[in-house]
């Protein structure tokens, strides 16, 4: 039988796509890269997950598991040469929480159910699940795993894998397991935490058990403008440096805070340097006392304005302006190229003096907004990629924005995950000895390599030839 | 060459060899093979840095020792080893258990940031970054946290660093019956232990906060010096919605239950605990293969 029959056969076929114009929605996520899906696959249990896995293995295809498609690093774009493009499993249908312990502050998932959809399920039972990826209204469980995905609560709260218990996952051969648990200390290795940031390079996750958070009694949510991005990024260390964890620290450049004004018509200062938006949460005396020293810290640094919201309503509207930032640059560029990369954060000051200078050298315009308590960066450059050579100035923008942040000692990826887009830039921060440890995990969950290949390890590191992008992708 | 350079020539990549912190927790997971030549990590913390929140240690230091430098910054880890003066970074981070505070402040695996050992190939090998917030390839971290020096053994480490709480209070009460709610309806407290007859909890953070929580537990509950005597005759692990129904079972004043986060320390011996399902000891054993082929890091320990 070929592939796709046997696949109809394992689900059905309105859930196995195979023409060229469905398979094409699946070439890329959310990233710039684009790569050609075989077939697509939509199952709806685990024994379905199984059996697609069985007969992609049993005809040598490579397996690329997929949630919602919103991740930036190109880590769903299926990469296969003409004749062996991979076959895509889109875990976006397996929708259902499974169950939910308000007691112990657990919960089944499947991978598709949608991150804010999950908090919105706990919330009338003062629970909400902590990581908050910008992209949370879209974004599924499953892809939060398989990217290990931050947000700007993660400050506080600590990203995905403080979150993750244990997971069901299908292994290369088909083979169903059950990693971590709800009890404390597993017997074994912490399989868990090895699977949880593995961009789907060792398997697919069909049942998440995800520790639930219960939502702050206190909070306060501050909007503060400040003349220069220094004294932005100096109010941040001095925050740090007063024993003060905030629940988020989001820092917007005047840019963007422009753009999201513009847009939203939220209130942001617009004509401050940077603003940054701090939220502290917990019990009602700290929480008062915290955001009283937040705001001595800044003005002792000369805030502009400093705004608190008032009620849930003005929150909302406040976390709308951050969190509407990528729509608001999508009016004024028709493109945009956002990056990932953390700093220490005290650099944070001097980084982004670099970053603009290297967008203006390259002539690109650049915008900033990112989660500025966890030295996490996201600058965003804007383009046309209908204009000839404003990609290529973009790519060469980035590529040096990722090599200032590692001379300062930072990483390559703080939430979007390495993927494609910058597995080649691994050897930057890794040794050929760290990498060959990285890949001999991968190898111990899947020998055959089935599963999302070409991805996140450089393809040198085991046989030295260092190739740039694979074979059947474009960027 | 440097510390970890000699650590390295020193392991070696041929022999059997075992590493040995303070050996404050020998036995878990097995005792070493017999006649394995013995190493120790180096010693001394290499760099703290308070605005970052974090600090460089080599494996072989002191809690003790770890802690007063982070001390003088107002800093803690909370990882809160029974015997802080003899446990090394090192040996807490391979045996991979909690202190008492793991309720709020979390298990050992998410305080890490940075890990470099020695490879059964004898190799200097770096896993994660010093940074807060890291996805830069596998997480190899987490993986070598409770391994038991079986896929390498520790040199030097990177933590995260927590400002130390303003106000810590231990409170106590009488519960002959688990509470309904496991966690007394208090604000993400630091530990809620139950010994069958009697709670104690600690209460952290801003001291007026900490004060109306101690309130809100009711005029049963009185202020106590810290948490009872832990049991050391053997250590459960279960679902946290698993204790009540165990400690149906057992005595009051035999066990002193960790509440929410499950684990349980008994004054007699813990049974064997239930062996893995097959397909999770074969990834075990897969692990172990490709990191240690020859089976010369730790023999005898972690049994999977």
């Known amino acids: 039988m070929t592939l796709v029959s046997e696949l109809v056969a394992a689900l059905d076929e309105e859930r196995v796509r195979s023409g060229g114009l469905e398979r094409a929605l699946y070439n890329r996520d959310a990233s710039i890269m684009e790569g050609r899906a075989g077939v697509v696959c939509f199952p709806l249990t685990t024994p379905e997950v199984q059996a697609v896995v069985k007969v992609a293995a049993a005809h040598g295809r490579a397996v690329v598991p997929r949630g919602a498609g919103t991740g930036l690093a190109g880590g769903a774009v299926p990469v296969g040469a003409e004749g062996h493009e991979p076959v895509v499993v889109v875990t976006t249908r397996m929708n259902r929480v499974l169950e939910v312990d308000a007691h112990n502050a657990v919960a089944w998932v499947q991978p598709g159910v949608l991150n804010l959809d999950l908090s919105r399920h706990v919330a009338p039972l003062g629970l909400h699940f902590a990581p908050d990826p910008s992209s949370q209204q879209a974004c599924s469980i499953g892809g939060n795993v398989a990217n290990n995905s931050g947000g700007p609560h993660c400050l506080a709260y600590g990203v995905t894998t403080a979150h993750v218990l244990a997971m069901d996952v299908v292994l290369a051969d088909g083979v169903l397991v059950r990693l971590g648990g709800l009890e404390p200390e597993g017997l074994g290795y912490d399989l868990r935490g090895a699977f949880v940031g593995s961009e789907g390079t060792m398997g697919v996750a069909v049942a998440v058990a995800v520790r639930l958070t219960p939502l702050p009694p206190a909070l306060r949510t501050l909007l503060i403008g400040f003349p220069t991005v220094e004294a932005a990024a100096e109010t941040v260390t001095a925050v740090i440096g007063a024993g003060i964890i905030p629940a988020a620290m989001e820092m917007m450049d005047a840019r963007i805070t422009k753009a999201v004004e513009e847009y939203v018509h939220a209130g942001f200062p617009a004509d401050a340097a940077a603003v940054l938006l701090i939220e502290v949460d917990g019990l009602e005396d700290g929480v008062a006392a915290a955001a009283a020293e937040v705001i001595e810290l800044a003005q002792a640094r000369g805030a502009t304005s400093v705004r608190m919201a008032a009620d849930a309503a003005e929150r909302d509207l406040l976390w709308k302006g951050r969190k509407s930032a990528f729509g608001a640059v999508a009016r004024i560029a028709p493109d945009y190229y956002l990056h990932d990369t953390v700093v220490p954060r005290t650099r944070l000051a001097e980084i982004l003096a670099r970053v603009y200078e290297l967008a203006d050298a390259n002539g690109v315009a650049v915008m900033n907004v990112f989660h500025a308590g966890d030295g996490n960066l996201h600058p965003l450059f804007l383009f046309d990629r209908r204009r000839p050579g404003e990609l290529d100035r973009v790519k060469a923008a980035g590529d040096q924005l990722i090599r200032v942040c590692i001379e300062a000692g930072g990483v390559l990826s703080g939430e979007h995950g390495i993927g494609l887009e910058k597995r080649d830039y691994m050897p930057l921060l890794f040794s050929p000895a760290d990498l060959l440890a990285q890949d001999s995990l991968r190898d111990a969950f899947d020998p055959s390599r089935l599963f999302n290949p070409d991805k996140v390890i450089p393809s040198g590191s085991r046989c030295g030839d260092l190739q740039s992008v694979p074979p059947g992708v474009w960027i | ?304």
């Open chain 2, 1 to 304: 060459m440097g510390a970890l350079e000699d650590f390295a020539v020193e392991v070696g990549r041929d022999d059997p060899v075992a590493v040995r912190g303070g050996a404050t927790q020998w036995d878990v997971g097995g005792p070493v093979h017999p006649d394995v030549r013995i190493v120790a990590a180096p010693a001394g913390v290499v760099d703290h840095r308070p605005e970052e929140m974090l600090v460089r240690v080599r494996a072989g230091t002191t809690m003790a020792e770890l802690a007063g430098v982070l001390d003088r910054a107002g800093q803690m880890v909370p990882l809160d080893p029974a015997d802080p003066e003899r446990a090394t970074v090192g040996g807490i981070l391979s045996v991979g258990r909690a202190g008492l505070r793991r309720l709020r402040h979390g298990p050992v695996r998410d305080h890490v940031l940075e890990i470099r050992y020695v490879s059964a190939g004898g190799e200097l090998v770096k896993a994660g970054a010093p940074v807060v917030k890291n996805v830069s390839g596998f997480d190899l971290v987490r993986l070598l946290v409770g391994s038991l020096g079986t896929l390498g053994l520790l040199g030097e480490v990177v933590l995260r660093t927590y400002p130390r709480p303003r106000a810590g209070r231990w409170l106590t009460g009488p519960a002959p019956a688990l509470p309904g709610q496991p966690l007394l309806g208090l604000y993400r407290p630091s530990a809620v232990l139950w010994d069958g007859g009697r709670l104690w909890v600690l209460l952290e953070g801003h001291p007026s906060d900490v004060d109306a929580q101690a309130h809100h537990l009711g005029p049963a509950w009185a202020e106590t010096d810290g948490p009872p005597a832990v049991p050391v005759g053997g250590r459960l692990s279960m679902a946290p919605g698993r204790v009540a129904t165990w400690a149906r079972d057992h005595p009051a004043g035999s066990f002193l239950a960790e509440l929410g986060v499950g684990v349980v320390h008994l004054s007699g011996p813990a049974a064997a605990s239930a062996a893995s399902e097959p397909a999770v000891a074969e990834l075990n054993r897969r692990v172990k293969d490709r990191f240690d082929p020859t089976g010369r890091l730790n023999p005898g320990r972690m049994a999977a």
